[in-house]
């Protein structure tokens, strides 16, 4: 354990100095391309616009809350094509690590909606669903990848970890061994990326506050130290009953774009817990 704890600290230090400098990148690729469209004439930077999905053309986007003072756009990169606007957008990526049949498939589909046929699941490894949100104006367009728990699965943690800004490490609370395979999970995954938001989930909280609440407290301390360890914010969830679910994603949206959110934590045994 001293071991573990060492080896994530040092990703944890690396990751606030990868964070900062990849920050600075961005502020001067900004003020870099500022400069460029006025030489040429550009009123404005247009932003690279993602192809939108069937279900986002069909509905208009869920409107999650916040303030409009509060959104601050930060593109990944820039055009200054002639295309349509798409100055509002902002195109993310999550991604969803953890073992197989642990219920993420489940807390995806209730997030976003939509699921990928098993057969392409199985040959692909990778489910990937689209998610936009409005935020008082802005568009926000999550890419969301989850990866497969099986053995086959694992070459795909570099594509799936590449450019995330947050990812979610997974587990079923009825099951510590999926929670004791967090950690491999965490740094093969921290290999590709140091800056992401590292967040941990536990799944299947409907049948987690069956088990006796001793065992209960067992694993809600041993999730606690884990997530202390990862440095990452700890939620209990359900997708069948919709528990933190949607919770989750507004906590990744307030951290990234420094929204004003208050995160209550809860350490009730018996309840939802949010450790933080």
């Not at 200054?80 to 073992?99: E, N, T, W, Y």
Request: glycine share 6%; proline share 3%; net charge positive.
């Amino acid at each position: 354990m001293q071991q573990i704890c060492r080896k994530t600290l040092h990703f944890n230090i690396k990751r606030k100095i990868l964070w900062r400098i990849s920050v600075l990148r961005r502020c001067l690729r900004s003020i870099w391309s500022r400069f460029f469209a006025c030489c040429i004439g550009k009123s404005k930077i247009r932003y690279l616009h993602l192809p939108t999905t069937a279900a986002a053309v069909s509905s208009p986007p869920p409107d999650i809350g916040y303030s409009s003072a509060d959104v601050v756009a930060l593109p990944r990169r820039c055009c200054l094509d002639g295309g349509r606007d798409s100055s509002d957008l902002v195109a993310l990526k999550i991604s969803l690590f953890g073992d197989c049949r642990i219920g993420k498939t489940s807390f995806l589909t209730k997030y976003a909606g939509g699921e990928k046929g098993k057969e392409e699941f199985a040959v692909t490894g990778i489910n990937q669903v689209d998610k936009t949100l409005n935020v008082k104006g802005a568009r926000i367009s999550y890419s969301i990848w989850e990866v497969g728990g099986d053995n086959s699965s694992v070459d795909m943690i570099p594509a799936a970890s590449k450019d995330s800004v947050a990812m979610l490490f997974m587990f079923d609370l009825t099951s510590r061994c999926t929670l004791n395979s967090v950690i491999k999970w965490y740094q093969e995954a921290r290999k590709w990326n140091q800056t992401a938001i590292p967040v941990l989930v536990g799944t299947k909280f409907d049948d987690f506050v069956q088990l006796p609440i001793d065992l209960q407290w067992t694993i809600a301390s041993q999730a606690r130290a884990y997530a202390k360890v990862l440095n990452a914010t700890l939620f209990f969830s359900s997708a069948e009953y919709n528990i933190n679910v949607n919770k989750i994603f507004k906590y990744i949206t307030a951290k990234l774009f420094n929204l004003h959110w208050n995160l209550e934590r809860n350490l009730t045994i018996g309840e939802p817990i949010i450790d933080f």
